[in-house]
């Protein structure tokens, strides 16, 4: 069965600082995607960042990267230079590239960036 | 600009009653999926529909059916409403001429069920 964990249900990081958090992933699988979105307290689902699972190089979109590790099927992301606004939910999530691309997340890591 | 709608932001229905919950993409998308999202639990996949008239089953379809007659439209049914089905519901489309399939998402559902 495939299946998201996050295992940070909440995260600090001060302003300014990197923080990693953390994904990894179960699916049996040979072709899948794997993406983050961030949740704001206004309820609103913002696609991130996308990483296939045939991508050799890590995926990066401006502050965000994803350290995507095959083999211990993990897809952290990375987020540099931590601003207020970076403040939310996170989730990282799963696309199956059989059986109509079924995508499943996981339960979200808050993260609070302090001043 | 991409866009997801659903038919209400917050709903309040009684036990037994049947509830409709409506979703609506303007992006053509073939890909449509419900979701529930409850703390701790993050998002869980109820149904989703790769094509009009498909639908497949996700991880919580029990007490959910969907229908799916147009492409622009994916609809989430609650046959008897329970206290156990109060959640957030989200709707999501996505297209594999993306080469990402990210989904859009809409702007979801509060379900009250009394």
């Known amino acids: 069965a495939q299946k998201i964990t996050q295992t940070q249900p909440g995260m600090f990081v001060q302003e300014k600082e990197a923080v990693t958090l953390d994904c990894t992933y179960d699916?049996?699988?040979?072709?899948?995607?794997l993406f983050w979105y961030k949740q704001p307290s206004s309820g609103e689902m913002i696609f991130l960042i996308y990483q296939g699972s045939y991508d050799e190089q890590n995926a990066t979109e401006g502050r965000y990267s994803l350290n995507f590790q095959k083999a211990r099927k993990s897809a952290n992301l990375v987020i540099s230079a931590s601003q207020l606004g970076d403040s939310a939910m996170y989730f990282c999530?799963?696309?199956?590239?059989?059986?109509?691309?079924?995508?499943?997340f996981g339960a979200g890591t808050r993260l609070f960036v302090k001043a | 600009d991409v866009k997801v709608t659903q038919s209400s932001r917050y709903l309040v229905k009684r036990t037994g009653e049947k509830v409709f919950l409506e979703c609506v993409q303007d992006m053509d998308h073939e890909n449509m999926f419900w979701y529930r999202q409850d703390p701790g639990l993050g998002l869980r996949l109820i149904y989703f529909s790769y094509d009009v008239k498909m639908k497949e089953k996700g991880d919580i379809p029990e007490g959910y059916s969907v229908s799916r007659e147009k492409k622009e439209r994916f609809s989430l049914i609650l046959e008897s409403a329970s206290t156990n089905q109060t959640s957030m519901y989200l709707c999501a489309s996505s297209s594999p001429t993306s080469g990402s399939l990210e989904q859009y998402f809409g702007p979801g559902t509060r379900l009250t069920v009394t």
């Open positions: 699916t049996s699988d040979q072709s899948y995607g």
């Open positions: 999530a799963m696309r199956s590239d059989t059986g109509g691309f079924k995508t499943i």
